[in-house]
């Protein structure tokens, strides 16, 4: 059986994970599937895009992948962890979105505002 290109991707970049502790961020291996136990974002609209989907499960900051940032039009959280969205304003500051432990958006109103996302709520940041 051969497997597919996205297959050996993730494969590879679980295999390069030095631990269970660290931050781990990869490619969804589908267009249109979440990974169990990782919080995803999507270029387009229910689970689609070009690039796939960016997917972090890690407790510290992680950067959205650039087909994601700030073109995150949804989301899937396969968790059951709150994880927080973050936005950095061209004009300074920070503002982040609660996205809660199963929480899924086909069309994210949020969506142009994804610049990376951490599981601890952050203290210098305003809800936006």
């Not at 597919?4 to 295999?15: R, Y």
């Not at 950095?88 to 958006?105: A, Q």
Request: one cysteine or more; hydrophobic letters at 35%; a neutral charge.
């Amino acid at each position: 059986m051969r497997l597919s290109a996205a297959l050996l991707t993730t494969v590879a970049l679980v295999a390069a994970v030095p631990s269970a502790t660290a931050q781990t961020v990869r490619a969804a291996p589908s267009a249109e599937a979440a990974l169990p136990g990782y919080i995803c974002f999507w270029p387009e609209a229910n689970e689609t895009g070009p690039g796939g989907g960016w997917c972090s499960n890690g407790t510290g900051y992680a950067e959205a992948a650039p087909h994601v940032k700030r073109h995150a039009k949804s989301f899937s959280n396969q968790t059951q962890e709150t994880f927080y969205a973050l936005h950095f304003p061209r004009d300074g500051g920070c503002l982040y979105r609660t996205v809660y432990g199963g929480d899924y958006s086909g069309y994210w109103e949020w969506w142009d505002k994804l610049d990376g996302v951490q599981r601890g709520r952050p203290t210098d940041c305003q809800p936006g």
